[in-house]
């Protein structure tokens, strides 16, 4: 049952790809997220589940659908449900890779309501788990990981964020030794590509939304990797929603059994542009075709399942484990 329920979650996140992939270099990132998130709402009505957004577009004040609190699904099993309808607008909007649309979904209760705020993260794949820590120096992590994975240190690729907070990050790796691949947006991907092989990522660090630590807890719980954050509060606005929802230390170090509270998490990503872990969508005259990611942490497979969606008639998949 809980396989056939992640597939008709895969069609969830595929159904989302597929309208935002139209908007792929058009250069408007609100419409690209819009249509994502329209065709994500729809999508999840025609399954018998009674879910609970806890991660989604904002408060219902901001958003129209798939706010926090939202519950979506034609009736039945109770679940929380977290989504980045379109992670990387604009990636999307400027034809840039790694774009993806995402949700991970788990028993009621199980995944954590993150305020909208910034969290510390770092993550990494299962072959280094037990070789990082927040509160460790880039440095220290950086030379953890290499001697986990029996490598130099230069031959470490670090994913970071692009962003003012990270110079001092970046030179610190730098000066490690170690190389860095820096990305625009979407730190959801930067996380959970140091656990795919074949990325050429091996760990990531750096401050992004707190939503995003959830959506890359899930993955990293399911596929066996370390993932660690710590809030970075803003304002006494954010810290005071985040005591409103609070299951962890808000001032510890949030670990995934904080973040992701059970053993059957699953997450599924679907590709908007081509990427290192996913390729886009396509389209061809007849149909489209996706490609998507979906991890169960309850049977322990990563599923890599190409989708052919064809015009008039019933979808097929194929699954590539």
């Known amino acids: 049952m809980h396989t056939t329920r992640i597939v008709?979650?895969?069609?969830?996140?595929?159904?989302?790809?597929?309208?935002?992939?139209?908007?792929?270099?058009?250069?408007?990132?609100?419409?690209?997220?819009?249509a994502a998130v329209e065709a994500m709402r729809t999508a999840f009505d025609r399954i018998d589940i009674s879910g609970k957004i806890v991660i989604g577009e904002g408060e219902r004040d901001e958003a129209p659908m798939l706010y926090i609190g939202e519950t979506v699904g034609a009736g039945g099993?109770?679940?929380?449900?977290?989504?980045?309808?379109?992670?990387?607008t604009n990636l999307t909007a400027y034809g840039q890779p790694n774009s993806l649309a995402v949700l991970?979904?788990?028993?009621?209760?199980?995944?954590?309501?993150?305020?909208d705020t910034y969290m510390w993260k770092i993550a990494?794949?299962?072959?280094?788990?037990?070789?990082?820590?927040?509160?460790?120096?880039?440095?220290?992590?950086?030379?953890?990981?290499?001697?986990?994975?029996?490598?130099?240190?230069e031959d470490i690729v670090v994913c970071i964020l692009d962003r003012d907070r990270h110079k001092d990050m970046i030179a610190e790796v730098r000066a490690a030794g170690a190389r860095i691949r820096l990305i625009s947006d979407g730190d959801v991907f930067g996380a959970v590509a140091t656990?795919?092989?074949?990325?050429?990522?091996?760990?990531?660090?750096?401050?992004?939304?707190?939503?995003?630590?959830?959506?890359?807890?899930?993955?990293?719980?399911?596929?066996?990797?370390?993932?660690m954050?710590?809030?970075?509060?803003?304002?006494?606005?954010?810290?005071?929603?985040?005591?409103?929802?609070?299951?962890?230390?808000?001032?510890?170090?949030l670990t995934m059994d904080c973040l992701v509270n059970t053993d059957e998490a699953a997450?599924?990503?679907?590709?908007?542009?081509?990427?290192?872990?996913?390729?886009?969508?396509?389209y061809f005259g007849q149909?489209?075709?996706?490609?998507?990611?979906?991890?169960?942490?309850?049977?322990?497979?990563?599923?890599?399942?190409?989708?052919?969606?064809?015009?008039?008639?019933?979808t097929f998949w194929v699954r590539r484990d």
């Not at 099993?77 to 992670?87: G, H, K, S, T």
């Open 124 to 153: 990494t794949g299962p072959d280094a788990a037990d070789a990082i820590h927040i509160d460790a120096s880039p440095t220290e992590n950086v030379r953890n990981v290499a001697r986990a994975l029996k490598r130099n240190v």
């Open 195 to 227: 656990a795919i092989d074949g990325t050429g990522i091996h760990l990531y660090m750096g401050a992004g939304g707190a939503p995003e630590g959830v959506l890359a807890a899930a993955a990293m719980r399911c596929i066996g990797g370390a993932f």
């Open 8 to 34: 008709e979650m895969l069609e969830v996140t595929e159904a989302a790809a597929l309208a935002a992939g139209r908007w792929m270099g058009k250069g408007d990132k609100t419409a690209a997220d819009q």
């Open 267 to 282: 997450f599924i990503a679907t590709g908007v542009t081509d990427g290192e872990m996913l390729r886009g969508v396509k």
């Open 287 to 314: 149909g489209s075709r996706t490609h998507s990611i979906a991890t169960d942490n309850k049977t322990g497979t990563i599923r890599f399942i190409e989708t052919v969606h064809r015009t008039g008639s019933e």
């Open 229 to 253: 954050g710590r809030f970075e509060f803003r304002s006494p606005e954010e810290r005071a929603r985040a005591e409103a929802m609070k299951t962890c230390d808000l001032d510890g170090v």
């Open 77 to 88: 099993e109770e679940l929380d449900i977290a989504v980045d309808p379109l992670e990387g």
């Open 104 to 115: 991970a979904f788990g028993p009621k209760g199980t995944l954590l309501h993150a305020p």
